[in-house]
C-alpha cells in the first residue's frame, strides 16, 4: 500500500512542486545510453517524471506504480501519451519484454521484508527481456540520513500556482533495526489546514540487497556511487542473464 503523499490527490499535485531538482535522475539518463536500451520499465514511477524524460527521447517507456493520484499527475505531464501507464505493483505487470528496469529514489526501500522485495524482483526479472538489466538505488544505512529528518533542516515554503503557500517539513518518527519511520507534513498557509503522510524505509546493508538479488534469480553485475550524492548512495546494476556471482 503506497503512503498518503502518493495516494492522496491533495498531496501528489504538491510532489513535483516541492522537489524540483531532479538531478538524481541524470544517471540513470546516462545508463540508458551506456547499456543501449530502446525499452525501458520505470518501478514506482510516481508522478511520472522520469518515464516522460525517457519517452522524449524516443524510448519505449512503461511505468507502473500502486499510487492512483501520482498517475493522475503523471498522465497529465506534457508528452505523457508516449509513455505506457500501469496502476499497479510490479507483481500484476502484463507480460513484457524491456531491456531495462529501473527503481529510483527509495522506491527499493519500501519494501519492508525481505520476502516482499523479492518478490518484487522476481516480478521484475520476469518482465525483463533475455540478459536485460534491473538498476536500484538504496541509501547507505551507514550514513544515517535519518538524522536529518526533522523540522530544522526540512523545513521549505514554497509556492504553488492553483494551491498557495505550502510549508513542508520531515519528522523522524521510530528507528527500529533497519526500519526507519518518518512523517512528512505539509501545511496550506491560506487555508490554515495541514495533512500529513507517514511512511517507513528499509535500509539494508549492501550484503543483505545483494543476498535478495541472489535469491530472485539476478546476477550482480556492479554497485557504483550515485554521481549526484557520492558516499550516500549505492547503485545495483543486476543482470536477468549470467553474470559474476554476488
Excluded at 536485460?132 to 550514513?143: K, M, Q
Excluded at 519528522?171 to 517507513?200: I, N, Y
Aim: charged residues 25%; aromatic residues 8%; hydrophobic residues 45%.
Amino acid at each position: 500500500m503506497a503512503d498518503e503523499i502518493f495516494t492522496s490527490p491533495r498531496l501528489a499535485v504538491l510532489y513535483d512542486a516541492l522537489d524540483p531538482d531532479r538531478d538524481d535522475l541524470d544517471a540513470y539518463l546516462d545508463m540508458v545510453g551506456e547499456f543501449g536500451a530502446r525499452s525501458v520499465l520505470d518501478v514506482g514511477c510516481g508522478t511520472g517524471t522520469l518515464a516522460c524524460l525517457l519517452a522524449d527521447r524516443g524510448l519505449e517507456v512503461v511505468g507502473v506504480d500502486p499510487a492512483g493520484a501520482s498517475l493522475a499527475v503523471a498522465r497529465g505531464k506534457p508528452g505523457a501519451e508516449r509513455v505506457r501507464w500501469i496502476h499497479g505493483t510490479a507483481e500484476s505487470l502484463p507480460v513484457l519484454s524491456v531491456e531495462l528496469a529501473v527503481m529510483t529514489a527509495n522506491v527499493a526501500q519500501v519494501f519492508l521484508t525481505d520476502e516482499d522485495f523479492v518478490s518484487t524482483l522476481r516480478a521484475i526479472r520476469r518482465a525483463l527481456a533475455p540478459h536485460g538489466l534491473l538498476v536500484f538505488e538504496v541509501r547507505d544505512p551507514s550514513r544515517r540520513a535519518w538524522l536529518g529528518w526533522n523540522r530544522e533542516e526540512t523545513f521549505s515554503s514554497t509556492s504553488i500556482d492553483g494551491v498557495g503557500d505550502v510549508e513542508a517539513w520531515c519528522d523522524l518518527l521510530d528507528v527500529q533495526g533497519e526500519l526507519v519511520s518518518f512523517r512528512w507534513t505539509h501545511h496550506f498557509t491560506g487555508r490554515g489546514e495541514s495533512a500529513t503522510s507517514d511512511s517507513t524505509l528499509r535500509f539494508r546493508s549492501r550484503e543483505s540487497v545483494a543476498a535478495c538479488v541472489g535469491t530472485a534469480g539476478f546476477a550482480l553485475q556492479e554497485v557504483r556511487g550515485a554521481p549526484d550524492r557520492p558516499g550516500r548512495e549505492m547503485v545495483f546494476i543486476v543482470s536477468a542473464g549470467t553474470g559474476r556471482v554476488p
